[in-house]
């Protein structure tokens, strides 16, 4: 760029008043990109508090139908569901049980409000006795063996009716699988949102508290990626997007930016960034002893994503975002 420099140039001559500074602002947060996570669990007018994340609850069905349609009428388009079932066992049974947890609500939110859009998380760890996201043998994450049934899980949740499935799992080839499934149910139209570059990351903490999904032994690191890699990232959104991914995730978001900018780029596909647990959990501690402003502090992070290329904000926060871009 050739500048011809100071004083003819002046960057804060654009900055003067709150209007010009709006004028020229090149990103914007809207609610229109607000996903809200929520998780379901069986029971009646059930709302659990989890000590790891405040302001987020366990809810029974009735209760997620509360809270969607409070979020519904701020104008979230979207809520990401997540099912804590009653009983766990060595091949998630409950992942694809037609009257699964979240097959269950996503069946009630649909009747009760067809037009937000249930965006479902296609795992096995909420619903495997070991809490691994795949089948575990001699202490091993299989993955060929698993991707049948993150296919039959993504099936069942589209046929209760999900507008979008999301696969977490992090197996290679699920994408495929999940694809291959849908389209023999007919189910042609059901896009997949893939969890494409999703890291080993110690910020979900807070989440396996949430999910009740923290791994009996061991941990992730031989299917998740490892927060040392930048390329990887791209080969694997690469591989999802040849297998019929039709929009991307990032995960975790603010520790991941980069990644986001850079997946952004290459593919151009509607990416989504999932500010997880234990960022939201972070924010919400530092500002519960004063030491931060949450709302400003909430904003600048989401719009560092937005920056960074991110087209979908998958938060916590998405009700009070909400609220704070109507007030
Ligand atoms: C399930 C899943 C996880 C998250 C979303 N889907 C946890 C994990 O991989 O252990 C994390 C979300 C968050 O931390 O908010 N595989």
């Known amino acids: 760029m050739n500048l011809p420099g100071f004083p003819v140039v002046r960057p804060r001559r654009l900055r003067t008043s709150p209007a010009l500074r709006r004028l020229v602002a090149e990103t914007s947060l809207n609610i229109s990109q607000l996903v809200l996570p929520l998780f379901a669990r069986s029971g009646k007018k059930l709302r659990r508090p989890v000590n790891a994340m405040p302001g987020v609850f366990q809810m029974s069905p009735d209760e997620i139908v509360r809270e969607a349609t ?17 009983k766990k066992d060595a091949k998630a049974s409950g992942a694809y049980a037609r009257n699964g947890i979240v097959q269950q609500t996503t069946r009630l939110l649909k009747k009760e409000l067809p037009s937000l859009l249930v965006i479902t998380d296609v795992c096995l760890c909420e619903y495997m006795e070991h809490g691994h996201c795949g089948i575990v043998h001699q ?4 993955n060929d063996p698993t991707l049948k049934l993150l296919a039959r899980t993504a099936a069942s949740q589209a046929e209760a009716g999900a507008d979008i499935v999301a696969p977490s799992d ?65 080969r694997e ?28 780029q290459e593919f151009g596909l509607p990416t989504a960034a999932y500010a997880v647990s234990g960022e939201h959990a972070m924010i919400k501690a530092a500002a519960a002893n004063g030491w ?18 991110a087209d979908i904000l998958i938060t916590y926060a998405a009700m009070e975002v909400a609220r704070w871009l109507k007030s």
């Open 70 to 86: 409070a979020a519904h009428d701020l104008g979230i388009p979207a809520v990401l569901l997540f099912g804590i079932p009653d």
């Open 292 to 309: 931060v402003d949450e709302r400003a502090v909430t904003m600048e992070s989401l719009l560092a994503m937005r920056r960074a290329g």
């Open 170 to 234: 992090m197996m290679d080839g699920r994408v495929r699988a999940i694809r291959a499934e849908l389209d023999n149910a007919g189910l042609i139209d059901t896009p997949i949102m893939s969890y494409a570059a999703k890291f080993a990351s110690a910020f979900y903490g807070p989440f396996r508290e949430v999910a009740e999904s923290a791994p009996s032994f061991g941990d992730r690191r031989s299917y998740q990626m490892d927060a040392a890699n930048a390329n990887e990232a791209i």
């Open 139 to 142: 202490g091993r994450i299989l």
């Open 237 to 264: 959104v690469a591989l999802d997007v040849q297998e019929g991914a039709d929009m991307v995730m990032v995960k975790p978001a603010l520790a991941y930016l980069d990644i986001i900018c850079r997946v952004k």
